[in-house]
C-alpha cells in the first residue's frame, strides 16, 4: 500500500515516515511532502492509498489541499494531524469525510494503531472493488458489452492480470448436471494460485457454464489443468461427470478476453460431440499425429451417425439462442468451432467434413436472424426500462436485471443494441448519472459519497470512475461548474 505523509515542519515529517517504516504495516512506499504545494506536484506522478497531512502549513493548509485532492480524484481517505487547539477544524474535516485525527505530539502506538484499522478498511474496498470488477469483466466476456462502455481504467488488465499469459476456461454443465458450487470453482482456483496462476470465476446460471480467467507468467499444461479440476476431470473410457470443458490461451497481449472466449466456446463445443475425455485446449497448430489420428476416427464415426448432426444441429441453436453477440459473433464462434475440429484432425480431417458441418449450421443462422426479428420488442424494453428506474439504488447486473424481468440477459443485451443503440451497462450509467447531477445541483450541501450511494454506487471510487468516463470531468468539478461550490 502506498502512503503520502505531508507536514511542513522536517523533524515531524521525518519522525512520522520512520516511525512507520520501522513498523510492521502493510503502507510499504511512502512518499513525504513539505507543504501542500509540493504534495500536488508530488501527487501527478504518486497516487497514494491514504494521506497523512498536517492542517497548519504555508501557502495551503491541510483542508484545502484535501478539497483539492478530492476535485482531482488524487485521493479518498484522509488523516489529518492537529494540535489541541485545532478541534474546530477537526470538526469541519468532518465534511470532507476524513477517515481519523492524530493530535501532535505523535503518539507511535495511537498512529500505529490508526493505520492498522485503515489498512483493513483498505482491503475490504479492494476486495468490493475487485468483485465489481469482475462482473463488468463478465458483462463483456459473457454478454458482449463493448469494452469501451465499461467504467474501468485502461490499466485494469494489468492490474487482474500482470502476467504475459491468459487463459479462459469454460466449464458447460449439461442436461441435468448441476451448476458448480461456488466452493467448488474456489477450491479450483485455489489449485491454480497453488501453481503460481492469478484465478478468478465467473458463473452464469442462464448459460449453465462456470468461466475461469487464468492468469500466468508461461503457459498452461494439460496436466495443470486436469490436476486442478480435479474429479471434474475424466479421461477416455471413464464415466461422464455430466460437463464438458474447453479451454483457451494466449500469449497476445491484444487478443481481446471475449475472442479467447469465444474460442474457448469453439472447443467445448469439439468436445462436446468428438471427444471421449471432457476436455479439449483449442490449438492454434495441429496436434500430433498420433492424436489427429484418434480424433479423426471419432469425428469418422460420429459422422457415420446421421442423429449425430441433428443433435449438433439442434445443440447449436440452443447455444446460438444464449451465445450474445451479433450476426459476426455467431459467424466467429462456428468458424473456430471448424477450426477446432480441422486443427485437432489435420491432414485426417478431409474437406467434406468441414463442408457437411459446416452445411448443417448455415441453415439454423439464417432461422435465427428471422427469429429474432420478430419478437416484441417495445413491451420489452418498457418493461426494462421501467424496471431499473424504480430500482437503479440497488446493485444492479445484467443477470440481476434478466431475472427479476423473467427475460435472457442476452435477449436484453440484444433488445438495446437494437432499439436504443446503447448496450445495457452504458444506458444504466447514463440513468444513474443523470439522476447523480440532479441530486448536486439541488442539494449542494450534501457530500458526493452520499449522492453516490443514492444513485446505486456503493463504492465512491467507482462512481468517479464512471463519472470521468462518461462525463469528461469529475463530480467536484461538475459540482463548482455549476456554482454550488461544495464538494
Known amino acids: ?25 502493510s503502507f510499504t512506499e511512502i512518499v513525504g511532502a513539505a507543504d501542500g504545494i509540493d504534495a500536488l506536484h508530488k501527487l501527478a506522478l504518486f497516487q497514494p492509498d491514504l494521506i497523512l ?13 484535501i478539497k483539492e485532492i478530492q476535485v482531482q480524484n488524487l485521493c479518498d481517505r484522509f488523516v ?16 470532507y469525510h476524513v477517515m481519523d485525527y492524530l493530535l501532535k505530539p505523535i503518539n507511535k502506538d495511537e498512529l500505529l494503531g490508526t493505520l492498522r484499522k485503515i489498512e483493513q478498511t483498505i482491503r475490504v474496498e479492494r476486495q468490493q472493488t475487485e468483485e465489481h470488477d469482475l462482473l463488468l469483466l463478465k458483462e463483456h466476456i459473457l454478454y458482449n458489452t463493448p469494452w469501451e462502455d465499461m467504467p474501468l481504467k485502461p490499466e485494469l488488465l494489468h492490474t487482474m492480470l500482470p ?14 448436471t448441476p451448476l458448480l458450487t461456488a466452493e467448488r470453482l474456489e477450491a479450483i482456483c485455489h489449485a491454480l494460485i497453488g501453481m503460481n496462476k492469478k484465478a478468478y470465476s465467473l458463473q452464469s446460471r442462464f448459460l449453465r457454464q462456470a468461466v475461469l480467467l487464468v492468469n500466468g507468467k508461461d503457459g498452461f ?14 479421461r477416455t473410457g471413464l464415466q461422464s461427470t455430466g460437463y464438458h470443458i474447453g479451454v483457451c490461451g494466449n500469449k497476445k497481449d491484444k ?28 490449438r492454434q497448430e495441429p496436434e500430433t499425429l498420433e492424436r489427429d489420428a484418434e480424433f479423426a476416427h471419432d469425428l469418422d464415426r460420429s459422422m457415420e451417425n446421421q442423429l449425430s448432426f441433428e443433435q449438433i444441429e439442434k445443440d447449436m441453436q440452443y447455444i446460438h439462442l444464449l451465445f450474445s453477440g451479433d450476426a459476426d459473433c455467431h459467424n466467429q464462434l462456428r468458424e473456430q468451432f471448424l477450426h477446432c475440429i480441422g486443427t485437432h484432425c489435420s491432414a485426417a480431417l478431409e ?3 468441414v463442408s457437411a458441418i459446416s452445411g448443417q449450421l448455415l441453415p439454423f443462422e439464417r432461422r435465427q436472424d428471422h427469429q429474432e426479428h420478430h419478437q416484441p420488442h417495445i413491451q420489452a424494453i418498457d418493461k426494462i426500462i421501467t424496471f431499473v428506474e424504480q430500482n437503479y439504488k440497488l446493485d444492479l447486473s445484467l443477470d440481476s436485471v434478466a431475472d427479476h424481468v423473467h427475460m435472457h440477459p442476452n435477449y436484453i443485451s440484444m433488445l438495446f443494441r437494437k432499439e436504443i443503440g446503447l448496450t445495457f451497462l452504458h444506458y444504466l450509467h447514463t440513468f444513474r448519472l ?21 444513485v446505486g454506487y456503493e463504492n465512491p471510487r467507482h462512481f468517479f470512475k464512471v463519472f470521468k468516463k462518461f462525463e469528461n470531468t469529475t463530480p467536484g468539478q461538475f459540482r463548482l461548474g455549476n456554482g454550488t461550490g461544495s464538494t
Open 1 to 25: 500500500m502506498k502512503l503520502m505523509v505531508v507536514d511542513d515542519e522536517p523533524i515531524i515529517l521525518n519522525g512520522i515516515i520512520r516511525m512507520i517504516e520501522k513498523a510492521n504495516t
Open 221 to 234: 499444461t494439460d496436466e495443470e489443468l486436469q490436476q486442478a479440476c480435479g474429479d471434474l476431470y475424466y
Open 255 to 282: 487478443e481481446s478476453l471475449r475472442e479467447l472466449y469465444i474460442k474457448a466456446m469453439a472447443a467445448m463445443l469439439c468436445n462436446r460431440y468428438f471427444s471421449k475425455g471432457n476436455m479439449t485446449v483449442f
Open 53 to 65: 497531512t498536517d492542517i497548519h502549513m504555508p501557502e495551503m493548509d491541510g483542508l484545502a489541499l
Open 163 to 176: 502476467d504475459p499469459y491468459t487463459m479462459i476456461v469454460v466449464i458447460q454443465a449439461y442436461g441435468g
Open 434 to 454: 443523470t439522476k447523480a447531477k440532479q441530486f448536486m445541483q439541488d442539494h449542494p450541501e450534501w457530500p458526493i459519497n452520499t449522492i453516490a450511494e443514492l
Open 80 to 95: 489529518i494531524i492537529t494540535g489541541y487547539g485545532d478541534f474546530a477544524y477537526a470538526r469541519q474535516a468532518l465534511r
Open 351 to 353: 474437406d467434406a467434413h
